[in-house]
T-cell receptor, first 111, second 114 residues
Framework: DAKTTQPNSMESNEEEPVHLPCNHS???????IHWYRQLPSQGPEYVIH???SNVNNRMASLAIAEDRKSSTLILHRATLRDAAVYYCILGSQTGANNLFFGTGTRLTVIP | NAGVMQNPRHLVRRRGQEARLRCSPMKGHSHVYWYRQLPEEGLKFMVYLQKENIIDESGMPKERFSAEFPKEGPSILRIQQVVRGDSAAYFC????????????FGQGTRLTVV
């Protein structure tokens, strides 16, 4: 399974943008990049996913490097409710959703 | 449309007993995934099922663990003869199709083996 590398933790001030990096240098051509987050004592929550082009939705934006070896999840204005562990995951185009989670980045939002 | 429902939310079992964890996917979803999360660790994939079929069980321990997703009713993750090391949060997710799409997770079942 292709691996991802994320910082263990990051901090952000409330109402400021947050850029969460992810390296995936061994990504294959058919691997999608998924982001999930997990709030304390809850199940993971889908954030966004993409293949090659940058993606935007109501929660976040996903910026994918041209060589696809890295990506960045962008939260445009962090709120206290965004404090969570964020997981960057590579998923096969045909491998359904048996996702392989790493240890993720723990985001702390400072009021 | 209710989300993914897991029950019970908390389960306590003595060593050697059986644990049965249930997962009702979202309406219209025929793909179910089970994950295990040990304390302070990330989620580990266990098994992927599609109605009545096990598609991928590469993450399931070879002994004592089994999963099913019958034609009618919830998906069941069954752990026989539980041991302390089975204590973890078990999450179920569902999706409407295979392939890269949003997976919806339940709130999990927290199993404690005493």
């Amino acid at each position: 399974d292709a691996k991802t590398t994320q910082p263990n933790s990051m901090e952000s001030n409330e109402e400021e943008p947050v850029h969460l990096p992810c390296n995936h240098s061994t990504i294959s051509g058919t691997d999608y990049i998924h982001w999930y987050r997990q709030l304390p004592s809850q199940g993971p929550e889908y954030v966004i996913h993409g293949l090659t082009s940058n993606v935007n939705n109501r929660m976040a934006s996903l910026a994918i490097a041209e060589d696809r070896k890295s990506s960045t999840l962008i939260l445009h204005r962090a709120t206290l409710r965004d404090a969570a562990v964020y997981y960057c995951i590579l998923g096969s185009q045909t491998g359904a959703n048996n996702l392989f989670f790493g240890t993720g980045t723990r985001l702390t939002v400072i009021p | 449309n209710a989300g993914v429902m897991q029950n019970p939310r908390h389960l306590v079992r003595r060593r050697g007993q059986e644990a049965r964890l249930r997962c009702s996917p979202m309406k219209g979803h025929s793909h179910v995934y089970w994950y295990r999360q040990l304390p302070e660790e990330g989620l580990k994939f266990m098994v992927y099922l599609q109605k009545e079929n096990i598609i991928d069980e590469s993450g399931m321990p070879k002994e004592r663990f089994s999963a099913e997703f019958p034609k009618e009713g919830p998906s069941i993750l069954r752990i026989q003869q539980v041991v302390r090391g089975d204590s973890a949060a078990y999450f179920c997710a569902s999706s409407p199709v295979a392939g890269p799409t949003e997976a919806f997770f339940g709130q999990g079942t927290r199993l404690t083996v005493v």
